[in-house]
């Protein structure tokens, strides 16, 4: 890869608590000289292993954003052994905005990975954390929810990647965060994820979607918050005391088929027939979609394919052909 154009403020090796920026160069219509500065944290205690910490990959979810700015005024250097690593807000243009999108290029941050150093500005971050952050890692978490689109059950999340050890151990660490459920999924929106990147270079990654926009409270961010500091301290990284208790054991679900995830076949006014966590036998008619040019005309049903929990489903009504209605997953076992 070629060298990043990024500059950071902090030094990686240094001990104690620092905070600083990375310094993006950018160039405006309104100034041909300007910098995009991404906001990152670095706390180094005792020597040990590296955790990485994302939140803001899109700038609709703000669960990361939220938890990590707590997490890095409360974390001190005493109680860390190894090296924590915070970006709170990775793609902050499209945090300030609030759009999933960057602002500035359009792009998806979840999509353009491993990045490229002369690419636009999403993918010259991307190409920082892949060439620059992924090399000092051990365990990468990426913080996601549903944002505007999607309502999700409170998950902690992984592809099942082949590396039978890495999954076993990206397993145990998401049991330690304590969220009802654990998902393997597939990529259905596309490649160039994050965590993608991360589990390919062989890290311990977790993503998580916790809840969304209309779910942001007190509750999730609780969970995420606890679900942080759990993983931290089950890893020996944060070491002022033993992971918490979960209330009930998490359930490790898969979505590994094409038709878990249900797409709108048409456009129009999505009305759902299912509660979040309902059980979805195939043939089972989900909702339906009522149409906007034509509101006299029957609905659109939409059926399952294939038989699943419930565990993420459309937030916002109005739905374009295409976009993702719910997804349903199963029970799944390592064995």
């Not at 759009?99 to 490229?116: A, E, I």
């Not at 051990?138 to 689109?149: A, M, N, P, Q």
């Amino acid at each position: 890869m070629s060298a990043t154009q990024i500059i950071t403020t902090v030094d990686f090796e240094r001990p104690g608590k620092q905070t600083g920026v990375l310094a993006v160069p950018q160039s405006t219509n309104t100034s041909g000289w300007a910098t995009e500065y991404i906001p990152i944290a670095v706390i180094r205690g005792a020597p040990g292993p590296t955790a990485l910490i994302f939140g803001g990959n899109h700038g609709d979810e703000y669960e990361g954003p939220v938890v990590l700015m707590k997490l890095v005024r409360m974390l001190k250097p005493e109680d860390v052994r190894g090296r924590i690593i915070i970006i709170p807000m990775l793609n902050r243009p499209a945090i300030a905005a609030g759009t999933r999108l960057s602002p500035l290029d359009g792009k998806n941050m979840n999509r353009v990975f491993p990045g490229r150093a002369d690419g636009t500005i999403t993918e010259t971050i991307a190409h920082y954390v892949s060439s620059v952050l992924f090399p000092l890692a051990d365990l990468v978490i990426d913080i996601h929810s549903g944002g505007r689109s999607a309502h999700f059950l409170p998950l902690v999340s992984m592809h099942h990647v082949p590396d039978r050890e890495q999954l076993r151990r990206m397993i145990d660490a998401a049991l330690a965060w304590g969220a009802p459920y654990i998902l393997l999924y597939r990529d259905v929106g596309g490649t160039g994820l994050l965590s993608g990147e991360a589990e390919r270079m062989g890290k311990l990654t977790l993503g998580t979607e916790m809840g969304s926009a209309a779910q942001f409270g007190v509750d999730m961010l609780t969970l995420t918050e606890r679900g942080v500091c759990n993983v931290l301290r089950q890893a020996g990284i944060l070491v002022d005391h033993a992971p918490e208790q979960a209330i009930a054991p998490s359930q490790i679900m898969i979505a590994d088929q094409y038709d878990d995830y249900i797409m709108a076949p048409v456009s129009g006014i999505f009305e759902p027939f299912f509660e979040m966590g309902a059980w979805v036998d195939a043939g089972q008619t989900i909702g339906q979609i009522h149409s906007v040019e034509h509101p006299f005309y029957d609905p659109v049903t939409v059926p399952a394919r294939t038989d699943g929990l419930l565990i993420s489903r459309r937030a916002f009504p109005l739905v374009r052909q295409g976009d993702c209605l719910a997804t349903l997953a199963r029970p799944w076992s390592l064995g």
